[in-house]
């Protein structure tokens, strides 16, 4: 694990283009999904006093290079109770037409120790404008997690966060996740607060950046990508509501972006909680 290549999705340049800052899509109903508390933590050597355990690090193969990669990843539940969110293109290359394999997930991950296991990628679903098209309003991404043999889900051993869609603009929101290069070194869970706001990239931009995004001031490097972006996060109960996820930033630039999560983001994730767990 501590070999695995951390993946980012840092885009070069903006070609040219512009935003629209506060630009809100067309008024939709927001949908949501209860938070799950993580059971009590008391094994010692778990989870340090600040780290949820339904936030970790996920590891993938290469299948064409032979090599690993890292991303984050959060519990998110579904109705399986075994869904995992991230970013797709720690999935899916859509330029290199290349799906990673042999996904793992460790939640709750520190200093070389994965506290709850590792757990296997049963399925895993993303959205088909990111498969053929490369549009990273769509750069997120679902894995179903196998159940354990005594049938313990993901959700039974670590909780959830809450997730939901169509939010409005301008809120706090904590990114969370595990940058691995400098001056990180991707071993210690991560958060970094806030103030999400809307953009639409308007004039000049490429087709891969149509869609609404919200962005933050991070410095958060590679290896965070798949984090989720987290609002009214609670300390105590290590929870909160994922509404976003660490999709991309611009090279030489201090922002951090995420697809605006849509209708379209619901529906994904109500499929991967029907996807079959066997």
Same mark, same amino acid.
């Given at each position: @694990?501590?070999?695995?290549?951390?993946?980012?999705?840092?885009?070069?340049? =903006?070609?040219?283009?512009?935003?629209?800052?506060?630009?809100?899509? #067309?008024?939709?109903?927001? +949908?949501?999904?209860?938070?799950v508390v993580p059971p009590e933590m008391t094994t010692a050597g778990q989870v340090s006093d600040s780290d949820s355990p339904v936030v970790g690090r996920m590891f993938a193969q290469d299948p064409t290079s032979g090599g690993y990669l890292q991303c984050s990843a959060s519990v998110v539940g579904g109705s399986s109770g075994n869904v995992v969110l991230t970013a #797709?293109?720690? /999935?899916? !290359?859509? *330029?290199?037409?290349?799906?990673?394999?042999? %996904?793992? $997930?460790?939640?709750?991950?520190? !200093?070389?120790? &994965?506290?709850?296991? /590792?757990?296997s990628q049963r399925d895993w679903l993303w959205h088909v404008q990111w498969h053929d098209h490369n549009k990273w309003h769509y750069d997120y991404g679902y894995i179903v997690l196998f159940p354990r043999s005594d049938g313990t889900r993901i959700v039974d051993r670590v909780g959830a966060l809450g997730f939901r869609v169509n939010e409005g603009s301008f809120?706090? +929101?904590? #990114? @969370?996740?595990?940058?691995? /290069?400098?001056?990180? !070194?991707?071993?210690?869970?991560?958060?970094?607060?806030?103030?999400?706001?809307? %953009?639409d990239f308007v004039v000049g931009a490429p087709p891969e950046l149509d869609g609404f995004f919200e962005r933050i001031v991070s410095d958060f490097t590679g290896g965070s990508s798949g984090g989720p972006?987290? *609002?009214?996060?609670?300390?105590?109960?290590? %929870?909160?509501? &994922?509404?976003? %996820? +660490?999709? $991309?930033? $611009?090279?030489?630039?201090?922002?951090q972006f995420s697809p605006y999560f849509d209708d379209e983001t619901w =529906?994904?994730?109500? @499929?991967?909680?029907? /996807?079959?767990?066997s």
């Open positions: @694990m501590r070999q695995a290549k951390s993946l980012d999705g840092v885009l070069v340049n =903006r070609d040219g283009s512009t935003e629209t800052v506060g630009a809100a899509p #067309a008024a939709a109903q927001p +949908i949501s999904s209860p938070p #797709a293109h720690c /999935l899916w !290359d859509p *330029a290199a037409k290349v799906q990673y394999t042999n %996904v793992v $997930f460790a939640p709750g991950y520190h !200093d070389g120790v &994965a506290p709850y296991g /590792l757990w809120e706090n +929101i904590d #990114a @969370m996740g595990y940058p691995a /290069l400098s001056p990180y !070194d991707g071993e210690q869970q991560k958060r970094d607060n806030a103030y999400a706001e809307k %953009v972006w987290v *609002a009214e996060y609670s300390t105590t109960t290590r %929870v909160g509501w &994922a509404q976003g %996820v +660490i999709s $991309f930033s $611009f090279s030489g630039d201090p922002y =529906r994904l994730y109500e @499929m991967a909680g029907r /996807l079959p767990l």
